[in-house]
């Protein structure tokens, strides 16, 4: 059963991205609106190295 309020921290997401992406793959997505609830399961991520990464869109790579 899935339970909406078993969330993820902001600690989780504090870290490495690599390491929030690998750990993020199986997690679900829940939400829960009028309609019903509807869950997805993470099965694919792609983690961003920063500026430097030049597959990275950070909006700091764009300021002139």
């Known amino acids: 059963m899935v339970h909406e309020d078993e969330k993820l921290d902001r600690q989780f997401y504090s ?5 929030v992406a ?8 829940c939400r829960v609106s009028s309609e019903g609830k509807t ?3 993470i099965v694919e991520t792609e983690a961003y190295l920063g500026e430097e990464d030049p597959a990275s869109h950070s909006i700091s ?3 002139d």
């Not at 870290?15 to 390491?19: G, L």
């Open 39 to 41: 869950v997805g399961k």
């Open 15 to 19: 870290r490495d991205s690599e390491m």
């Open 61 to 63: 790579r764009w300021k």
């Open 22 to 29: 690998k750990d993020l793959l199986g997690k679900l997505l």
